[in-house]
């Protein structure tokens, strides 16, 4: 059975830090496009950074460029998002997810989730 789950979410002040996990079992990270969404109150769910499993490569949403940092432990499987210097607009439900080896950081795209952390950023 293929499970993710996410921990790490709290409370934070804005400027602070925080670090999610997501620890996946039932399946190999390596075989699979992993990474983080997230769904802010009254607004549609949003990929936040994801690691394509063909190549490696990161994605990062322009909202979090340069304070966000996605990263995995594949001998654990498992996924981390480190996330500094946050803001009150980064409140949100947090979610990891898996998909196709090929695909974009998509919501649509992804076969399996986590059922999320929430992070709340205080102003």
């Known amino acids: 059975e293929v499970q993710l789950v996410e921990s790490g979410g709290g409370l934070v002040q804005a400027g602070g830090s925080l670090r999610l996990s997501c620890a996946a079992s039932g399946f190999t990270f390596d075989d699979y496009t992993i990474g983080w969404f997230r769904q802010a109150p009254g607004k549609g769910r949003e990929g936040v950074s994801c690691?394509?499993?063909?190549?490696?490569?990161?994605y990062y949403a322009d909202s979090i460029k340069g304070r966000f940092t996605i990263s995995s432990d594949n001998a654990k499987n498992t996924m981390y998002l480190q996330m500094n210097t946050l803001k009150p607009e980064d409140t949100a439900v947090y979610y990891c997810a898996a998909g196709g080896p090929f695909i974009s950081c998509v919501d649509y795209g992804m076969d399996y989730w986590g059922k999320g952390t929430p992070v709340t950023v205080s102003s």
């Open positions: 690691i394509r499993g063909s190549d490696g490569s990161t």
